[in-house]
T-cell receptor, first 116, second 118 residues
Framework: AQSVAQPEDQVNVAEGNPLTVKCTYS??????LFWYVQYPNRGLQFLLK??????LVKGSYGFEAEFNKSQTSFHLKKPSALVSDSALYFC??????????????FGQGTTLQVKP | GAVVSQHPSRVICKSGTSVKIECRSL??????MFWYRQFPKQSLMLMATSNEGSKATYEQGVEKDKFLINHASLTLSTLTVTSAHPEDSSFYIC??????????????FGPGTRLLVL
């Protein structure tokens, strides 16, 4: 079965420190991978995606993610966290060529708390 | 990135009434839109896939007669919660998929609609 896992419910980091939000996936075929961020009572904002090519993808607000095929992971990273980065982060995957083309499978979400 | 709007942002209604939520893609034409439901501190649950000019595809367990979806144009999809009950109270989020396909394809999300049924 296709799935996405975010093993951490919450990640706490101090402002200025690097942050990592983990995501692993289990799909058949080549995945399209996405990261979205959600602020309270708001919809999801697109951060970045991996389709093909360079395994390190750079996105909005200084975020980047590294695709690792052997570990089936797509961890979200940022070199220096800001308090304003505190939000709920979702990893998602879409598989090419499936009967559910276009349907995203979401992880359960990780709350990032950046403390001053 | 592309912009998707939702209206209304919040709605309070009495039990038994119907509520319509609009989702618009503002700067691209979306042949496919999606409707999600989100409970507090939980992930998004896909309710249905809305295809312009055809019937929506509902996920298992979602009542199509209760959650009516209409995708009348390439920029507008509506979700109508019919005969709403308190258990329908939730955060409803739509998304629109860019039409270009391949590596350029991305889903953009609306800001969500908070529904409270009294």
């Amino acid at each position: 079965a296709q799935s996405v896992a975010q093993p951490e419910d919450q990640v706490n980091v101090a402002e200025g420190n690097p942050l990592t939000v983990k995501c692993t996936y289990s799909v058949s075929g080549n995945p399209y991978l996405f990261w979205y961020v959600q602020y309270p009572n708001r919809g999801l904002q697109f951060l970045l995606k991996y389709i093909t090519g360079d395994n390190l993808v750079k996105g909005s607000y200084g975020f980047e993610a590294e695709f690792n095929k052997s570990q089936t992971s797509f961890h979200l990273k940022k070199p220096s966290a800001l308090v304003s980065d505190s939000a709920l982060y979702f990893c998602a995957v879409r598989v090419l060529g499936s009967s559910n083309t276009g349907k995203l499978i979401f992880g359960q979400g990780t709350t990032l708390q950046v403390k001053p | 990135g592309a912009v998707v709007s939702q209206h209304p942002s919040r709605v309070i209604c009495k039990s038994g009434t119907s509520v319509k939520i609009e989702c618009r893609s503002l700067d691209f034409q979306a042949t496919t839109m999606f409707w999600y439901r989100q409970f507090p501190k939980q992930s998004l649950m896909l309710m249905a896939t809305s295809n312009e000019g055809s019937k929506a595809t509902y996920e298992q367990g979602v009542e199509k007669d209760k959650f009516l979806i209409n995708h009348a144009s390439l920029t507008l999809s509506t979700l109508t919660v019919t005969s709403a009950h308190p258990e329908d109270s939730s955060f409803y989020i739509c998304s629109a998929r860019t039409p270009w396909g391949g590596p350029q394809e991305t889903q953009y999300f609306g800001p969500g609609t908070r529904l409270l049924v009294l």
